[in-house]
């Protein structure tokens, strides 16, 4: 089952790397106060550590779109060389 | 009409009248009509405009095509061309010679086909499918991308290759359909709809490897064309190879030359990902750095400010207090106990003093009776010729007594 999250997960990792980029320039531009540089670090730190995550995730699935008076289904398939999928 | 008024007539038309009704008669009957034959004596006048013969075996029909037309000519015509013109009879009055209006020319060969390609072209192009302003850009980061093409065909092999080398935790769902033949553009153009339907996707990829134009036709037809312009979702089109140019790669929101092309579009490599974090990361660490260094820096201005070195100077003033005060309760303490010293040593002096001996010192002498020892203080305790001894500070003289003298002043 695809759960709803992985939706909003592209839009999120891509959010997370603008934010990224907002706080590298901000400390870049040097104005803060150490509190807020201190804060700044450290939202930046988990910023990297779960886009680098998220990129090093478990490889995803490869799935086949099936229509059914129910709605849809996600079915596996392969792609090995011998594979002569219906359809 | 006019024309056949005129025929029953036996005044003669003038040359003028007789060209008019040769021109109403050609021109309403015949209308717009393919042609097809060989460029001949091609003229390309200053105006633009563009003279040439068309000619088979046995004939010859004079053209023009405005410039008006030939400004979006695709290809270059050249004399000894195949092509097929599409265009109305015209009858050019002053030199009285019918010609066609060519408004159309395609290279021959591609047959009905391609007649049918650049008509339906120009619909939707007229209809604003093809516009650059309704494309969208791709979703920088897809995690889910969808894929219409066949199973089995190399492009699904070749975009799958290539999304997992280069992102493998993007999930690829695949809609398969029949790419060609009968009933190919209807599947096509379904299974983008129930992508849009199913929502979870981020991207469309539609396309396949490449084929003879037949082969392709599908990804020209209309169906997939509204298809493809319905999406919600941006659809990347990939059909065939670099110089295969459909419908669907005018519509889609970007055209990939080939499918391995379309999934290098999608997805960004996630080592070149890894590698911007990376910078930022190091940029991150750098910034902060340099604030610390920053406010180190303030901190020694600061602290080499007179305000700074006044609330010091009162920090130091206290420690010299301080200071000053133990040395005091130490001063205080020692002086206590000099005094005592030198009390103590008045005491020693004047036990001293009492010593008998240092009363022999200084010249007296202790007189005892010699018989019992006892101290003769006073004249009574002896009588004449009594012995007595008399202790000087050194050594003890035996004497007797020898006579007795009172001392008046005594008493």
Redesign the interface.
Known sequence: M?N?A??K???S??QA?QR??E??DA??R?N?S?DE??TY?QE??RL?KE??G????????????V?TEEG?R?EP?S?SDEE???? | MNASKKATSTAPYTVSELTRVIKDLVETSIGFVWVRGEISNLTLHTSGHMYFSLKDESSQLRCVMFRSANASLAFKPESGMCVEAKGEVTVYERSGQYQLSVYELVPAGLGSLQIALEELKRKLAGEGLFDEGRKRSLPAFPWSIGVVTSPTGAAIRDIVRIIRKRQPCARIILNPVRVQGEGAAEEIANAIDEFNRFGKVDVLIVGRGGGSLEDLWAFNEEVVARAIHKSEIPVVSAVGHEIDFTISDLVADVRAPTPTAAAQIVVRDKQEILKDINAMARSLVVAMKTKFTTMRRELEQIKSRYGFARALDVVRQRMQRVDELSKRTQTAIRNLLRQKRQLLDAGFARLRALDPHEVLRRGYAVCRESASGKIVRETSQVRLFDKVDVELYRGVLVCGVEGVKENEKRG
């Open positions: 695809k709803v992985d939706d997960r592209g839009r990792f891509e790397l990224l980029e706080i590298v400390l870049e040097g803060l150490l540089s201190l670090f930046g730190t990297i886009c680098t998220q990129l090093e995730g478990a490889e995803a699935k490869i799935q086949k779109l229509s849809f996600l398939i792609f002569d999928s219906q359809k």
